[in-house]
């Protein structure tokens, strides 16, 4: 028998997926503050694996923790589109693919 200690945030699925595989784990509920704390380092390792893979899959993983940092924040997954999409039109979205390369300020 062996022990894997993982410490960090998994889908509410996860626990029962691994009993039903025979094996056993141990789980805690965080507090909010905790909570907060384990999305933003889900958030860094979604990324990573984004960074790692390239897949629509991980793409996927990272929204899905984005949406659960948004409403753990008090916002709506349709709030926070909504405030994506007024960016989107007031800046512009990353349709053009342009690399702003230097800006020489006025003096």
Do not use: Q, W
């Amino acid at each position: 028998m062996k022990t894997i200690t993982y410490n960090k945030l998994v889908r509410d699925r996860i626990p029962e997926i691994i009993e039903a595989n025979g094996n056993t784990c141990v789980t805690e509920v965080l507090s909010d503050e905790a909570y907060l704390a384990m999305l933003d380092a889900k958030l860094t390792e979604e990324l990573a694996e984004y960074h790692a893979d390239g897949s629509p899959e991980e793409l996927a993983d990272l929204l899905e923790v984005i949406y659960a940092a948004a409403k753990a924040r008090g916002v709506t997954a349709e709030a926070l589109d909504r405030i994506r999409a007024e960016k989107a039109a007031k800046r512009g979205g990353f349709d053009r693919k342009i690399l702003l390369a230097s800006v020489t300020e006025t003096e």
